[in-house]
């Protein structure tokens, strides 16, 4: 079965500062990953996606992730993160369910928390 | 703009009263899928609609049951509301691909008092 861990519970980034995020999988086919935000009280928004092609991948909001198959890692950065970008964020992985379509698999989460 | 909507945003219901929450798309997506999520937890599949098709997950509580009466509308019925059961209730939908992620509606959030 897939799964998705993300090892930082919660992280503190100065406004203006670089991000990183982390994120590892376990799946045995080739993974289709996910990046999600989620605004307090609000739904999730699909920041990027990897599903093949070029390893890096541009997302939304200035978003960035590498995969790297070697390291089972779908790591999402920032070069310069804004106070609105104190979220939620959440890693997925997609795969196919019994009836042959997608199911996500998320990871628990990492909260970002910006400072002045 | 080509949406999920989720009615309502919040809900309050009494413990053991039946409670309907909704959802509906225009996106004409195949698949339907009902996650729970409380609080500070990654979002737990619930199960999923791919059209008519209903898929249980294997640990979803009998308590909780489901509707698709057509492709634009998809319920999440709870027969009997326990407190462990207050949670945010996150609707998505896909075309049911491995690389078409999901599209989210904004959520209800379910009290049980």
């Known amino acids: 079965a897939q799964s998705v861990t993300q090892p930082d519970i919660h992280i503190t980034v100065s406004e203006g500062a670089s991000l990183e995020l982390r994120c590892n999988y376990s799946?045995?086919?080739?993974?289709?990953l996910f990046w999600y935000v989620q605004s307090p009280g609000q739904g999730l928004q699909l920041l990027l996606k990897?599903?093949?092609?070029?390893?890096l991948v541009q997302g939304i909001k200035g978003f960035e992730a590498e995969f790297k198959r070697s390291q089972s890692s779908f790591n999402l950065r920032k070069p310069s993160v804004h106070w609105s970008d104190a979220a939620e964020y959440f890693c997925?992985?997609?795969?196919?369910?019994?009836?042959?379509?997608?199911?996500?698999?998320f990871g628990t989460g990492t909260r970002l928390t910006i400072i002045p | 703009d080509a949406m999920v909507i989720q009615n309502p945003r919040y809900q309050v219901t009494q413990f053991g009263k039946p409670v309907t929450l909704s959802c509906s798309q225009t996106?004409?997506?195949?698949?339907m899928y009902w996650y729970q999520q409380k609080s500070s937890q990654a979002p737990k599949l619930l199960f999923h609609?791919?059209?008519?098709?209903?898929?249980n997950e294997a640990d979803t509580p009998d308590n909780f049951q489901s509707r698709r009466p057509n492709t634009s509308f998809c319920f999440l019925d709870i027969r009997s509301p326990g407190l462990g059961d207050a949670a945010m209730y996150l609707c998505?939908?896909?075309?049911?691909?491995?690389?078409?992620?999901?599209?989210f509606g904004s959520g209800t959030r379910l009290t049980v008092v």
């Open positions: 998505a939908t896909s075309w049911g691909q491995e690389y078409s992620g999901y599209t």
């Open positions: 799946y045995g086919a080739t993974p289709y």
């Open positions: 990897y599903f093949s092609g070029d390893t």
């Open positions: 997925a992985v997609g795969s196919s369910s019994n009836f042959g379509n997608e199911k996500l698999t």
């Open positions: 996106l004409n997506h195949n698949v």
């Open positions: 609609y791919y059209d008519k098709d209903f898929n």
